[in-house]
């Protein structure tokens, strides 16, 4: 039996817009903390909130099943499953060695002037005066920013779609922070780290700098969950 609430109760403007994909739409329906614990849900019940179609519905959510988002039943139910700091660990640490592999490669191609990393100076300078402010969505939009122009620097469209892929899964975890307090002026920081190295010319140290960021975001992520109960 689903355990989903009335499209009614469940419905918002953002994933009623038919102006955004439907894959983002879906992504961003599924991240909510409230499905955090897991939820059942059917096609009949996506198609009612979405305002879509079985066929398009159905090869958005393959795609999502294929990157482990949802897990698709014979019966045509759909489970969003559970958070755990153990799935969280193991998405962490794949990111950890991408994310070092894209700094070193933007740092390669800042050395050999094949770019210039204004754009993401621009970016971290934002980020901060969002900080200041306080409201977690915006920075933690602005840090996917961040990081989106990192891989298009990079240069390197594979690593790029395989974090475009895992950040999918990630994005649920993002959402149940429940408060940036005290972490937000730190992401700023360690982006600053990260692109002192990469002015420098370090590898070496650009590539610490990106495993130590991701390294702070896992315990903080374990840190939210376990007070969510999620283990």
Not at 37 to 62: I, M
Not at 116 to 134: F, H
Not at 163 to 171: P, T, V
Request: charged letters at 25%.
């Amino acid at each position: 039996m689903s355990n989903f609430p009335s499209p009614a109760a469940v419905a918002t403007p953002e994933w009623q817009n038919h102006d955004v994909p439907l894959m983002a739409r879906l992504t961003s329906w599924i991240s909510h903390p409230d499905r955090m614990k897991g939820a059942w849900v059917t096609e009949a019940e996506l198609s009612l909130v979405f305002g879509v179609s079985r066929t398009p519905l159905r090869e958005a959510l393959n795609q999502l099943n294929g990157i482990g988002l949802i897990r698709r039943q014979r019966s045509r139910s759909i489970e969003i499953p559970p958070l755990s700091v153990a799935d969280m660990v193991q998405l962490s640490r794949t990111r950890e060695e991408l994310e070092a592999l894209i700094t070193v490669q933007v740092t390669e191609r800042h050395i050999a002037r094949e770019i210039e990393i204004g754009s993401l100076e621009r970016i971290n300078r934002q980020m901060g005066a969002l900080a200041a402010i306080g409201d977690t969505g915006v920075v933690l939009a602005t840090g996917r920013d961040f990081h989106g122009e990192m891989r298009l620097l990079s240069g390197n469209h594979v690593a790029s779609f395989l974090l475009e892929q895992l950040m999918l899964r990630m994005e649920r975890y993002r959402q149940c922070i429940l408060s940036l307090q005290g972490r937000s002026s730190e992401i700023v920081h360690e982006h600053d780290q990260m692109l002192e190295a990469i002015r420098a010319g370090d590898t070496s140290a650009a590539a610490h700098a990106a495993r130590a960021h991701i390294v702070h975001a896992r315990a903080f992520y374990r840190d939210e969950l376990i007070k969510h109960g999620l283990l």
